[in-house]
């Protein structure tokens, strides 16, 4: 099978020792033009700085995911920061600029790549005998660079809406004085930068014929990255929060763009991997190769683990803990919803004969997780919400957690992490829904197309050998449906946050969060009882974020609405 895994690193030639967050791969101080200028590698630096500044969500607010300041998850330590996206901390001088910083540092470092480093000839090297297999590694930094660039404005107007739009190198005071653009022309640009460079870059890294010298350089973005970036903006681009006049034509470019990620991905060999828990484990990197399209892969630690391990596992802090409204989306087996007739489903017996993805994703009372020690979630168990930041929803996370990934203080193990950005079965999941906007039915295809909304959904439903979609369906139960499919399939890597807002639904989501109270009885069985454990408020200009204070005063934006 050609390697098509892509995690951000491996752009030179010299290993160095990493450092502190950094990605655990070849990384470079950056230097002046004349220095970069004289080897491969240190113009290879830049392209690292780039790739690093792809953010992941391993806990990064403080251990906290965005999943907990949505209906996926509740962080177990009260007083996190992720408390400030509801509940009205959140604000201009409280911007919650990770992202902000991050994003604007990797347009820079692209635009010095383009400007000033994408035409070098390196002349001293030209007698070296694999001169020519670098510069033809080297040629394709400016590609690179733009999907990288492309990638990071993404990042921003999804969050920000009308931003700048700095496509060259200039100084703070040009770059402080250029004007907010429009969202839908931030989305022009990623679309014409994806267009015109997704059959430039190169198709696949592990397979560069004789290039035998750099045979390994697996690790970055490719014409799949870039294509489905382009085919990611684009459903977005069409969402109500965005598309605010309701185009549909927006909807049947979005549904044409995630064919052709699924098209040429199924020309090089690629598709769902059978075991859907391969692609979030420790070995990711390798096994998850034919799904994954690319990933932000991080140094080795067990950091993830300590936020995220049962209270009661020495050196544990709970986590993030899975909501009862994310564990009532899994359906039964026999398709239905839990509330559905016919459905099955025993209030006493709530795990039993459910979706597969739900024990692939959440810990449940009674398991052997992550150990062969049963957990008790149950109140006043050893793992419950009695002890000190013990699950306040009855459940503990298991995707992404490496069960076997050691936290004591004495003999404790790390393994990389491989945050996933982009993977087969989105493009599935945005094809049905921009193919259900378009046409209005699950179950018709648009013109040109060759599936239904249905038809695509059933394939990320096959792999969880869950039936196919019902028929029948109104437009309203099936959009229903398919939120459930993508809440569940994609749960805990990013999407929701941003999900429930592109689609401006977060109020009917957001209120009311659910967990599990389980009672141990005299006789050692179980009683369960959902409950409600938090009621939230939502206010509709948390749909965008607030433009940092100090940036916007600098710059003279125009702040998002409602903000103050």
Known sequence: MKAKYIFSGLLAMTLVSSCTDKMDYKEYNVHDKAYEEKMFERVGGLMTEIYNDIDYDFGNYSGAMSSSATDESVYSHPGNAIEDFYNGAWGPTNAKERVWKSAWDGITYSNLVLDEFSDCTFPEYTEDEHYQQQMFLYKNYRYEARWARAFFYFELVKRYGNVPLKTRTMTANEANSLPQMPADSIFAFIDKECA??????????????????????????????????????????????????????????????????????????????????????????????????????????????KYNYPIGIENAGGGNCPTQNLVD????????????????YDPQDPYKNRDARLALTVAVNGENWPDKAALETFEGGANSSS?????????????????????????S??????????????????YAEAALNYTGSGYTAPDGLPMTAAQAINVVRTRAKQPNMATGLSFDAFKKKYENERFVELAFEGHRFFDLRRWKEAPQYLKNIRGMKITRLDDGTMKYEEQTIATRTWDDKWYLFPFPQKDALNCNFTQNEGWK
């Open 329 to 344: 989306a899994y359906e039964m087996t026999n398709g239905k919803a839990i509330d559905e007739q016919g459905s099955g």
């Open 413 to 430: 193990n790390s393994f990389t992490h491989e945050w996933v950005i982009f993977r087969l079965a989105e493009f599935y999941l945005d």
């Open 196 to 305: 015109d460079i997704q059959d430039s870059i190169i198709v696949n890294y592990g397979d560069l014929g004789d290039m035998s010298y750099y045979k390994a350089q697996t690790g970055r973005a490719n014409k799949l990255a870039v294509m489905a970036l382009r085919a990611r903006a684009a459903l977005y681009w069409a969402s109500p929060l965005f598309n605010t006049k309701g185009d549909k034509s927006r909807w049947l470019k979005a549904a044409q763009l995630s064919n052709a990620v699924i098209a040429e991905a199924r020309q090089e060999g690629m598709g769902l991997l059978p075991d859907y828990s391969k692609l979030f484990d420790k070995d990711s990197y390798k096994d998850g190769i034919k799904e994954i399209i690319f990933a932000r892969r991080t140094t080795a630690s067990n950091a993830f683990e």
């Open 387 to 411: 002890v000190t930041y013990g699950t306040p929803t009855g459940y503990y996370l298991k995707k992404y957690v490496n069960k076997g990934t050691i936290i004591a203080k004495t003999g």
